[in-house]
């Protein structure tokens, strides 16, 4: 039992180990080890193609993040207010939505926007007056997005709600007993008491769009992503710079997910 | 023009005719009552009987499914709770965790508009911090204070607003024994120094009675009785109210004889009974089913054919259990056919007379106006 439960981790970390140490890697091969350096950040960061795969991750994932939040808090007060089996109904999808495989999400999203944009273009070109040049839907960044907060909205949804539930509703009465707006008490009582649930599922959704491979795979378009960039230079063999910038996406991955959870265990402000 | 209530002068409460439905329970039942200001009011009841459903009628958090709600002689049906002149005091407290005591306490008047300035605020937070005893506390976090603590800064935050009504839902439930009896004493004199009404809900009858002017006593959303705390003492409109204000030995019978004020009952093992009729119950026909309520220290306890009483009850019995209590003893006493009777007897008469110990015979005795017959719900 110890034997196989100590094959299991190394099958898990062994192959992560080895991209963090030959990201420090001098040589220029995978098969050997010459020494400690940093020479490959600094390649991976002066690469152009590198750079602009990072603006446009980083692009999405903030757009993720910050839509998904604001939504899926909204949602989550909205859904609140629900009972029976309205609510049993709409908890049963959100939870099913997370479950659903990236490459469902991919596929799904894409035949939907490629079916939406097929009858959308030409009715806008008709539209359009004669002379200009009609805008023409395509993907990119926004069905990326639309794609990546579809799935981090219910989380998003999740954590508040759980939050929600385990606040003293008899503290949202005492705001509006002292004479607090709807409005007021939203801001000064429940948002403080929820706040801790939001940041973490923006910073999920963040890590989330930032490492996703998949979903953006599909619907993309021609804006390449980071995990996307790295796959594609992988194809190419992996060089020890791929290493340096898959060991830069998992620290920072590995914070934010840290962070989240820090903030998910904090009680309420105490 | 708007709808007044009967004496809008007077009246700072009035329920008419109120009626709260959930999906299938009935909270509060037709429910009709008035109270005066300033008055020290209570809503005394066991679990479940509607007595939270009332309080939150008043302040807004549920509205009416029939029947009108006055506050200060206007109907405030459909008024949400933010533009009620009332506040309250939970159970829980439902302190703002993210605030400390300074901000939890003026937080009613920051939500005024026009709001009062900044030194304004903070001059009438640390007097009303003085007013409960809290001085010096204003920075402290709410979680760090004690529960004695905590539940006089919600007193604070409530009544920083000069509400013209304070809702206190059950709020001595729970602090310890001592505690309570400590704020008891202090809630009654801050009721009295501020001089606005307050309406309290518990269902410890011993709070309700040694704090408020008047009590009603609800039971599945109904009011049974309202009254001061003398009256429902001593004139119980049926054996619910006796039962569960005070201590009472109960005899049933069945009704033989009525005068204008009294009844004669006769029980089972054919003991008579004579009593007089509380005011406002129902009046007891001749035949029906009543009980004859007799309060314990009401009773006096004897040797058996130490015969000093002539128009009194008289019943035989033997002492089965004593407790000394101090100032007075509790007997228990099996009687022949009346089943046990309890007989709090003071001290002054016990060294007059000799005190019992369980296994003696004695005569147990009260006169007519100790008695009440009522109707047994
Ligand atoms: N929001 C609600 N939805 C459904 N039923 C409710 C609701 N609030 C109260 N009730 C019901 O109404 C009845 C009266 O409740 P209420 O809370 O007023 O009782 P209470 O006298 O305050 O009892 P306690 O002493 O236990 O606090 C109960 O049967 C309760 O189950
Ligand atoms: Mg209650």
Redesign the pocket.
């Known amino acids: 039992m110890r034997i196989y439960a100590i094959a299991v981790f190394l099958f898990l970390y062994v192959p992560i180990g080895i991209i963090v140490l030959f990201s420090f890697n001098a040589g220029r091969h995978a098969s050997e080890l010459k020494g400690f350096s940093i020479q490959w950040y600094d390649k991976a960061l002066s690469n152009p193609f590198v750079g602009d795969a990072f603006v446009t991750s980083l692009i999405v994932a903030f757009s993720v993040a910050i839509l998904s939040s604001l939504m899926g808090t909204a949602a989550a007060l909205a859904l609140q207010r629900l009972k029976g089996t309205p609510k049993m109904l709409f908890d049963g999808l959100i939870y099913v939505s997370v479950m659903i495989p990236g490459i469902v999400i991919g596929i799904a999203t894409l035949v939907a926007l490629v079916t939406v944009f097929d009858f959308l273009n030409p009715l806008l070109a008709s539209a359009w007056p004669e002379g200009s040049k009609p805008p023409k839907l395509h993907m990119g960044y926004a069905s990326v997005i639309a794609a990546h907060t579809l799935f981090t909205m219910s989380l998003v949804i999740i954590l508040v709600r759980a939050r929600i539930a385990g606040m003293d509703r008899a503290l949202i009465e005492a705001s509006m007993d002292l004479y607090a707006t709807p409005w007021r008490t939203f801001y000064q009582v429940t948002l403080p008491q929820i706040y801790p649930a939001i940041l973490a599922g923006f910073l999920l959704s963040f890590t989330f769009s930032f490492d996703d491979f998949i979903i953006s795979f599909f619907v993309a378009g021609a804006n390449t992503t980071l995990p996307i960039y790295i796959f594609a230079s992988i194809r190419r063999g992996i060089t020890p710079e791929v290493n340096a910038i898959g060991t830069m996406v998992l620290v920072a991955s590995l914070v934010l997910l840290l962070t989240a959870q820090f903030l998910l265990r904090k009680r309420t402000q105490r | 023009m708007p709808k007044q209530s009967s004496d809008s002068q007077e009246l700072d409460i009035e329920f008419r005719n109120v009626t709260k439905r959930?999906?299938n329970?009935v909270?509060v039942d037709d429910m009709s009552l008035s109270v005066e200001r300033g008055a020290f009011f209570s809503f005394l009841?066991?679990?479940?009987?509607?007595?939270?459903?009332?309080l939150r009628l008043i302040a807004g958090f549920d509205q009416p499914s029939e029947g009108d709600v006055f506050i200060s002689g206007k109907s405030v049906v459909g008024i949400p709770s933010h533009k009620r002149p009332v506040n309250m005091v939970f159970q829980q407290y439902a302190l703002f965790p993210h605030m400390d005591v300074t901000d939890n306490i003026g937080y009613g008047l920051r939500q005024r508009n026009p709001k009062p300035g900044k030194q304004e605020i903070i001059k009438r937070v640390d007097e009303t911090l003085e007013m409960v005893r809290l001085s010096g506390y204003g920075k402290r976090r709410v979680w760090e204070l004690s529960g004695g603590q905590q539940q006089r800064v919600a007193l604070a935050r409530a009544l920083i607003n000069h509400p013209t009504c304070l809702l206190l839902d059950?709020p001595l439930a729970a602090l310890d024994r001592k505690l309570r009896r400590e704020m008891q004493i202090e809630l009654q004199t801050l009721q009295r120094d501020v001089g606005i009404t307050f309406i309290l809900?518990t269902?410890d009858q011993e709070e309700a009675l040694s704090m408020s002017d008047r009590i009603c006593i609800?039971r599945e959303?109904q009011i049974i009785q309202t009254g001061s705390p003398r009256e429902l003492y001593d004139e119980p409109v049926d054996r619910y109210v006796a039962d569960f204000v005070g201590r009472t030995n109960f005899f049933d019978g069945d009704v033989i004889d009525i005068t204008a004020s009294t009844a004669t009952v006769k029980s089972m093992s054919g003991q008579i009974f004579v009593g007089s009729q509380p005011k406002g119950a129902t009046a007891l026909a001749k035949g029906s089913k009543a009980c004859v309520a007799v309060r314990p220290e009401m009773i006096a306890i004897k040797a058996v054919n130490d015969a000093s009483h002539s128009s009194n009850i008289s019943i035989n019995g033997q002492v089965m259990n004593r407790i000394f209590l101090g100032e007075h003893s509790e007997y228990l006493v099996a009687t022949e056919g009346c089943g046990d009777v309890m007989v709090l007897s003071p001290r002054s008469t016990e060294s007059m007379n000799r005190s019992f110990v369980p296994g003696d015979h004695v005569s147990i005795s009260w006169g007519p106006e100790a008695a009440l017959v009522i109707g047994n719900t």
């Open positions: 959930f999906e329970v909270a009841g066991p679990s479940g009987c509607g007595k939270t459903t009332s059950e809900v269902h609800m959303g």
